[in-house]
């Protein structure tokens, strides 16, 4: 049965892995609907989501990517990975919008990217997470995530002023699928605490929920296990395996190798801005040029 599909399976939850194509494709539906219910995602699961062509970057003297390609199906969960500097971070800003390429280009279901800013980048689907978590301090876990909704509302600003039917509509619902949200990432006991007096793995998990609330196509984790104990790690993955079978493609840049490795249907490395592999986990973790480039750095002890 199962031992038949190719390798990159082997992250998905055993009862979608055991499913027909055709009851893959229905139960896709039907928990996307669940999640993100205006969310329509132009490609099939399976077909190219994301597209990264040719992407150069510069700073200055400084070539921090080097014409990077790679892509990324729907309903994978792709590992980015490489040593500090490597340009994992300054990939998840291009792809976000945050920086134009000064060469290549990145496309989403086909279509490019190139002029798009930020908030229209995420509208058509693309959220992430920071390094550095970056969250409304004084603001409450629930309204943290509430904002992340606001990135799909219709209603106009002069809308919201003269207190439109549709934008109370909005709110309410915008509050229910917050709290929907922060039950999703198991962090919905503390709803009402101000984000700064979360403890740190509720606020890296805050971040995540507040990602999933733009109902995006595709999510951008920027090293979400950064100071987390192995007990912490491991519910991680949990959490980001439930994500993708309720949906949801993920990019994961991650530092830890057995996260990496237990996670992901497939890697793409980066050193010095190049690309030097892609492909399976069990690949390439015995690719030599990745190796060599992890060669002295510590990396748990697991690679
Ligand atoms: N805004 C910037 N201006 C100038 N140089 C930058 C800028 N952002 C990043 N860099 C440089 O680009 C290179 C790639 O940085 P980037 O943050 O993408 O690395 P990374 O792979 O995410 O590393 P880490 O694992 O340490 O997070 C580094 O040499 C960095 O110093
Ligand atoms: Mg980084």
Known sequence: MSDTRPEPEEGLAAEVRDMTEEERAEHFAQVT????????IGVPVGDTLLEVADVSLRFGGLLALDSVSFDLKRGEILGLIGPNGAGKTTC???ITGVYRPTAGEVRLEGRGLGRLKRHAITRHGIA????????????TALENVVVGTDARHRTSVVGALCRLPRHWREEREGVERAMALLEFVGIADRA??????LPYGYQRRLEIARALATEPKLLCLDEPAAGFNPAEKDGL????RKIRDDGYTVLLIEHDMRVVMGVTDRIV?????KKIADGTPAHVREDPAVIAAYLGVPDDGAA
């Open 192 to 197: 009402a605490d101000r984000a700064k007096n």
């Open 269 to 273: 490395v980066l050193e010095f801005g």
């Open 128 to 139: 992430r997470t920071f390094q550095n978590i970056r969250l409304f301090d004084e603001m």
């Open 237 to 240: 993955m949990s959490l980001i």
């Open 33 to 40: 609907e669940a999640v993100a219910p205006d969310r329509e």
């Open 92 to 94: 998840f800003n291009v």
